[in-house]
């Protein structure tokens, strides 16, 4: 049984990382390709982690920040609204479609703009729009709770994609290069080793 351990043990030591002290076939060129591999897997780690939470972060803040920059106010409609197209995409804006209105703000004064409002509303026809905290201008309605949170989201994991494909692609670079370092330096072994090998290998009719 301990023969067989023994033998199970020298099996599996050529499995040694390449660049491991220990490895008397290690060559320069494997340590730091090694240490490219570890420089990535650290980068990506701390780097994306850094990337993704700052960019969701700032999304997150953005959008957050457009709620309490806009106001939901009650509009009178100018012209009829007009009814709902699938060729203009109205479909997808949950049933509304641009119209003339008009609204006043928090001092009274009247102002007149296009807002999103639901189709088919006729003239004189109030509708709740959203405006800027002034209330002078119409503005689009802002995100949803969660549609904030998928875009922080989606900001996130683009971010740390980006890192992860620098570090990564870096990695792949400098073996490239370690790649046609070590070929060439098999070649000039080769030319060095060849002769001696070929004399040595040569037969009985051949010398």
């Known amino acids: 049984m301990a023969a067989e351990a023994g033998a199970g043990h020298e099996r599996y030591r050529p499995v040694r990382r390449v660049w491991s002290r220990r490895n008397p076939f290690r060559r320069r060129t494997d340590v730091l390709e090694g240490w490219a591999t570890v420089g990535a897997v650290a980068l990506f780690a701390l780097g994306g982690t850094a990337a993704a939470w700052g960019a969701g972060a700032a999304v997150h803040e953005e959008l957050s920040s457009r ?6 106010t009650t509009a009178v409609l100018v012209r009829d ?3 709902l197209t699938m060729l203009q995409g109205d479909a997808w804006s949950g049933g509304k479609v641009g119209a003339k209105v008009r609204w006043r703000d928090g001092d009274g004064l009247a102002h007149t703009g296009r807002a999103r409002v639901p189709a088919g509303l006729s003239k004189g026809a109030q509708a709740e729009i959203w405006t800027d905290a002034a209330g002078r201008h119409a503005v689009d309605p802002p995100p ?6 998928m875009q922080s989201a989606v900001a996130a994991g683009g971010a740390a994609g980006l890192v992860g494909c620098l570090a990564f692609g870096g990695r792949t670079v400098v073996r490239v290069r370690l790649d046609r370092r070590r070929e060439e330096e098999w070649e000039r072994g080769w030319a060095r080793v060849e ?3 070929r004399q040595g290998s040569a037969g009985p009719s051949e010398r």
């Open 67 to 72: 709620s309490t920059e806009r106001q939901r």
């Open 81 to 83: 609204a007009p009814p």
């Open 144 to 149: 949803a709770p969660g549609e904030t949170g």
């Open 195 to 197: 002769p001696h090998w």
